[in-house]
């Protein structure tokens, strides 16, 4: 009950702070150019927190050994503490952007800006959450779902599919600003959606290659499993920031962005597990996998692409002013 406590709080932080992490990158970048790039780092910090995380598991597995889910767990977890004052000092330091600070002069304040942009552009939202299908809901399957597939279905010991999931993260972390500088070069959209169709056909291949009994072929399956991932990661946070008009942004791109927490990454362990309970057989979850980025694709068809465009100036579908409450 603590730890569901615990993860609540902790959903309400990421609400907060994500759209606030894409967004300084963004409106601080000097450049057009390169927008993709530099937002695609902030998005770093999730493959790259369970990469630490994965590993600290391993280290404290191996030092706790039948211990671990007496006391070795708790070490890991307590040693995040560090992660938190650093973020906090990082994030204390940072000034507001120039977007911001122009608005905010301007004197053109939202006093509602989560119901001003849920009236003035409920369709940017919409399709932000749904675009996130294919990236949020397969990643759920592929770092948390296969733990309960590999030990129960196919038998791998723990630490063999943690050392999967720790080089497939590893892979991840490295692969999400390369595919953002892509999309600068080829547009985010484009980019996006060669993710979102690579999604839905590697989910066709994964569990052939999970029941293959070879455990090279398993390994191999889970590693690069989050490769599509970071194909759609990598511009995500560009391409769902850019859609809002800069006084509508922050609220805009944190509301589709964490929607998809409640139709997508959410359900995605539990979908997948009672589809493997009903037909005890990973392929109807391969289908899920399919159609999630079906999804997808329809969503982000239907997006704007602003990359390489000037997001400091108001979008036409949306005139106005800011939050008073600044960017918190």
Not at 13 to 41: D, P
Not at 139 to 151: D, E, H, K, T
Not at 185 to 205: D, E, N, Q, S
Request: a positive charge.
């Amino acid at each position: 009950m603590i730890l569901t406590v615990l993860r609540f709080i902790q959903g309400i932080g990421v609400g907060g702070e994500w759209g606030g992490s894409a967004l300084l990158s963004m409106e601080w970048a000097r450049t057009n150019k390169h927008r993709g790039f530099i937002v695609a780092w902030p998005q770093v910090g999730g493959p790259g927190g369970l990469f630490l995380a994965t590993l600290a598991t391993l280290v404290f597995s191996a030092i706790s050994g039948d211990q671990f889910l007496t006391w070795g767990w708790r070490v890991p977890f307590l040693i995040s503490i560090v992660m938190v004052v650093i973020g906090l000092y990082i994030r204390l330091g940072i000034l507001e952007t120039p977007t911001f600070q122009r608005l905010v002069a301007e004197d053109r304040i939202e006093r509602a800006p989560i119901i001003e942009v849920v009236k003035r552009q409920p369709k940017q939202i919409i399709l932000s959450a749904l675009a996130r299908m294919a990236e949020q809901a397969p990643a759920y399957i592929y770092f948390s779902f296969i733990f309960v597939y590999g030990r129960d279905i196919l038998h791998y010991p723990r630490d063999f599919l943690l050392s999967a999931v720790l080089v497939a993260a590893a892979i991840d972390t490295i692969g999400i600003p390369i595919f953002g500088h892509i999309s600068d070069r080829i547009g985010r959209k484009r980019m996006y959606l060669i993710g979102a169709v690579a999604t839905g056909l590697y989910a066709l291949v994964y569990f052939p290659m999970l029941n293959s009994g070879v455990p090279t072929l398993v390994f191999l399956g889970i590693v690069f499993s989050l490769i599509p991932h970071s194909m759609m990661y990598g511009p995500q946070g560009a391409l769902i920031a850019e859609c809002f008009t800069p006084r509508l942004r922050y609220s805009g791109a944190s509301l589709g962005y964490q929607l998809a927490s409640i139709v997508a990454g959410g359900p995605a362990p539990l979908i997948a597990t009672a589809l493997l309970a009903a037909y005890g057989s990973g392929y109807p979850i391969a289908g899920y996998i399919f159609l999630c980025a079906v999804v997808s694709i329809v969503a982000t068809s239907f997006l704007p692409d602003y990359t390489n465009r000037d997001i400091h100036e108001e979008h036409s579908e949306a005139k106005g002013a800011v939050s008073s409450t600044g960017r918190a």
